[in-house]
């Protein structure tokens, strides 16, 4: 009953000291100042602007492009290994929570044996030969727990629930990288489909102005000269239109490879002509620098990094204090002897409690404290590197296409002229008043023209597909937040810290 006592009172006191938790003092606060708005993002409106960015690839109204999208979000196997990192995560969460707790075993044992003594010499007091059967049984039952002192075990357990959170997180932002790649993919393959058509047309040109300088050159009037100038240009013409096959085929084999298909057989329909910037969808607005912070899955996987680092150090400074540890031990069992002795039996029980002071470790716990410190303020120079290069890409994409819608409407007046040129031309060789090689020139400065008009357009669709990205578009889908599942109450308490 003494010792019932004595194991009471350490029980009380651990349990008074139990909310002295070590935490770091370390600030984890960004040393970026964000600024109010995105510079070149004017014309913000927060009354009537439209800042959804998921699934942003729906607002092309391409049923080609949110097919393709759809397979690969669905089939990718870089998300799907991703899963698997989040399954590994959650369980390592789940250990170290469990470990909080207390743990308890049951313990067996069992024997039989015989034995026979024989005695060479006859005495009177004892038989010759004496024989047994020991047959023997053992039970226990055994509990310890290492209380929670100064917060080592919560730290360890916030350690790992922030990994897991950072898991999740880590995939959103794959998903993102994802969808911006085939997005990618799928404009440069319908632009090298339609500069395919622009080679076709200039090769029919080019055609019709060989038959023209090889009917003049038989009538005397042009060079060989000409003729081999028309049919290098006609080589080189037919040779970028290879070039341009064999691109649009590699792209369709990328977008299979982000599905998670093999190429071949994998098809991929281009629909209508790749919108310019007047017919493409509105950039995003109303998204303000400080909103990145919650809409970037990467720069929340870093933060969920930095908080278990700092768990980290906050159980490394614990490893300075003492450690209590409660044990607990039943025992029973039973020995029985066949023969002349009697069986026995009997059990046991102990309560006891063990308090670890560190005094000399070498140096170790003071040297394992700066290594977290050191990882820790290593996470916070790169979190605030991630974040400074977060709002450069947006800033950039904004940037981007103010240019190319500029770019676009300075091409539409140079095709334009070069139409009317290209129709002038026409009509003073009816009259007799040029030659048609000038009117197979200006149709060829004019599918010039259109051509890079196209480059113009993807361009134009590349930048701003990077800009949804960039705003963190692509992951925060309804139907994703509906199926999150989490696997621990620490996991809960790490997604609830601000």
Not at 77 to 99: C, F, G, H, N, V
Not at 417 to 437: E, H, P
């Amino acid at each position: 009953m003494t010792m019932m006592r004595i194991s009471s009172v350490w029980l009380l006191a651990a349990l008074t000291v139990a909310g002295c938790s070590v935490t770091t003092d370390a600030d984890l606060s960004s040393r970026v100042d964000l600024p109010e708005v995105f510079e070149n993002a004017s014309g913000q409106n927060p009354a009537d602007a439209d800042s959804d960015t998921a699934l942003w690839w729906r607002r092309w109204g391409d049923p080609e492009l949110e097919r393709v999208m759809r397979l690969a979000l669905e089939g990718n196997l870089s998300l799907k290994t991703a899963d698997l990192r989040i399954a590994e995560a959650d369980a390592y969460a789940k250990m170290a929570d469990a470990d909080r707790g207390p743990s308890a075993a049951l313990g067996a044992a069992g024997g039989f044996g015989r034995t026979s003594v024989s005695s060479p010499v006859s005495l009177p007091f004892l038989p010759d030969r004496i024989s047994s059967s020991p047959r023997g049984a053992m039970g226990s039952v055994a509990a310890s727990w290492e209380i929670d002192l100064f917060g080592r075990k919560q730290s360890d357990a916030d350690v790992y629930a922030y990994r897991a959170l950072g898991s999740r997180q880590q995939r959103q932002a794959a998903e993102i990288e994802i969808a911006g790649r085939v997005a990618g993919a799928y404009f440069q393959m319908c632009a090298a489909s339609e500069k395919r058509k622009l080679l076709d047309d200039s090769l029919k040109e080019l055609d019709n102005l060989r038959r023209y300088i090889r009917g003049r050159f038989e009538a005397g009037q042009a060079r060989a000269a000409d003729l081999k100038r028309v049919e290098s240009e006609i080589s080189h013409t037919a040779s970028r239109a290879s070039a341009l096959a064999a691109a649009e085929k590699n792209l369709r084999m990328t977008i299979a490879a982000l599905a998670g298909q093999i190429p071949e057989g994998f098809e991929v329909v281009c629909g209508e002509k790749l919108p310019d910037y007047e017919h493409a969808p509105a950039a995003p607005a109303g998204v303000y620098p400080s909103d990145l912070l919650q809409r970037r899955p990467d720069l929340a996987a870093k933060q969920s990094e930095i908080r278990s680092l700092a768990a980290a150090h906050a159980s490394a400074v614990a490893e300075l204090y003492p450690r209590l540890s409660l044990s607990f031990l039943w025992n029973t069992g039973a020995l029985r002897i066949s023969g002349d002795l009697e069986g026995v039996k009997g059990w046991g029980s102990a309560l006891g409690a063990d308090l670890v002071l560190p005094l000399y470790t070498g140096g170790r716990i003071r040297a394992g404290i700066d290594a977290a410190d050191a990882r820790l303020k290593a996470a916070l120079a790169d979190y605030d590197r991630r974040l400074l290069e977060a709002l450069a890409e947006v800033e950039r994409g904004y940037s981007n296409l103010k240019a190319g819608a500029d770019r676009q409407r300075k091409l539409v007046q140079a095709l334009a002229d070069a139409r009317a040129l290209t129709s002038m031309l026409g009509k003073m060789f009816d009259l007799d008043a040029a030659d048609y090689d000038r009117v197979v020139d200006a149709k060829l400065k004019e599918i010039g023209i259109r051509n890079e008009m196209l480059d113009a357009v993807l361009e134009y669709q590349q930048d701003l597909a990077g800009l949804f990205a960039s705003l963190g578009g692509g992951w925060d889908r309804p139907e994703q937040a509906q199926g999150k599942q989490h696997g621990t109450d620490a996991m809960n308490r790490a997604e609830k810290s601000p």
